[in-house]
């Protein structure tokens, strides 16, 4: 069961990276910012919600580390197997990244969606921001997943995930909106774009961490609450 774990890990984040990073690749300079901002947006949050669907019965579909690290410290995975599932989710970045590399035209790859922060930014500002989107999102997938509580949720919890994703990337796109380390990861391999990459896996990493514990501690299910 733990090989068909990691394997759906490896996958689904391969398949994520695979087409996200085609996301707002354009030659046609008169296309808006603003227009692609919402396509990525879009693109990242409707093909998580799938890749979940796909792989959420056997993985959880976590495909993001810091997702891995939120459910750690949430009490619902082993050390071990959360440090495999790490393993699988980079190696399905690096290849997913390698195939974008080449499935891309030259004039329109452009720095392959590597992850930079605006310019105007501070670093401090950039781990704020990633921190706290990846907060939320974590704190989405805990809930939905949650077993515990007498009503799953609204719908389809894929598509509650997916919906958070685009939220936080329309409202922070502009300034920075990775919320997934290997999502960074991959295009900074192929492009060797290394600009403050650190804060994209610190500030997703802390995030999920500071989300599972105070949902594991804070806003768990209990049925004392009734």
């Given at each position: 069961?733990?090989?068909?774990q ?5 996958l ?16 046609n ?10 396509v990525?947006a ?46 699988a989710?980079?190696l ?39 921190f ?7 704190s989405?997938?805990?809930?939905v997943s ?11 919890g ?8 685009v ?28 600009t ?22 804070m ?8």
């Amino acid at each position: 069961m733990v090989l068909k774990q990691l394997f759906a890990e490896f996958l689904g984040t391969f398949l994520y990276l695979s087409i996200t990073l085609l996301a707002g690749l354009t030659s046609n300079n008169s296309v808006s910012f603003h227009s692609l901002v919402v396509v990525t947006a879009l693109s990242n949050g409707f093909l998580v919600a799938s890749i979940i669907q796909v792989t959420g019965h056997i993985s959880g579909g976590h495909i993001n580390p810091a997702v891995t690290v939120g459910v750690l410290a949430s009490g619902r995975m082993k050390i071990a197997k959360g440090i495999l599932y790490i393993g699988a989710q980079i190696l399905g970045s690096l290849l997913g990244a390698f195939v974008a590399y080449g499935i891309s035209e030259i004039t329109t790859r452009g720095n392959l969606g590597a992850t930079i922060p605006y310019n105007g930014l501070r670093v401090d500002q950039v781990f704020g921001l990633e921190f706290l989107m990846t907060f939320i999102l974590v704190s989405v997938v805990l809930s939905v997943s949650d077993t515990n509580k007498p009503v799953a949720g609204l719908g389809s919890g894929a598509l509650a995930i997916g919906i958070s994703i685009v939220a936080c990337q329309s409202s922070a796109l502009f300034y920075s909106a990775s919320l997934n380390p290997v999502r960074s990861l991959g295009p900074a391999v192929m492009m060797n774009i290394w600009t403050h990459h650190w804060v994209f896996w610190i500030g997703p990493l802390l995030g999920g961490l500071c989300a599972g514990l105070i949902y594991r501690f804070m806003l768990v299910y209990n049925s004392d609450m009734l």
